[in-house]
Nanobody, 112 residues
Framework: VQLVESGGGLVQPGGSLRLSCAAS????????MSWYRRPPGKEREFVAA????????NYADSVKGRFTISRDNAKNTVYLQMNSLKAEDTAVYYC??????WGQGTQVTVSS
């Protein structure tokens, strides 16, 4: 199983980023996928999840209305569109396959 996140970077408050997580080594379309994040000095926390077909999505209250999780099963990729970013969204973002494997993470820094 391999999960490779990309798309992180430095963005100003109010800006947007789209994270991608490319998956391989398993049947992607059979697994729910999720995004988590680890803010500086804090524990890793749930951000968003999507079922294997994409029919159900759920979000942490802190990102609801600003972030959107989606997936493309033909491309074995899950996305996280992040809008109206705030300083408190600064974290390393990880994707996860089911209840198991994690990616290596991508850094998102929101700062002016």
């Amino acid at each position: 199983v391999q999960l490779v996140e990309s798309g992180g970077g430095l963005v100003q408050p109010g800006g947007s980023l789209r994270l991608s997580c490319a998956a391989s080594g398993f049947t992607f379309s059979s697994y729910a996928m999720s995004w988590y994040r680890r803010p500086p000095g804090k524990e890793r926390e749930f951000v968003a999840a999507i079922t294997n077909t994409g029919s159900i999505r759920n979000y942490a209250d802190s990102v609801k209305g600003r972030f959107t999780i989606s997936r493309d099963n033909a491309k074995n990729t899950v996305y996280l569109q992040m809008n109206s970013l705030k300083a408190e969204d600064t974290a390393v973002y990880y994707c996860r396959a089911g209840a198991g494997s994690w990616g290596q993470g991508t850094q998102v820094t929101v700062s002016s």
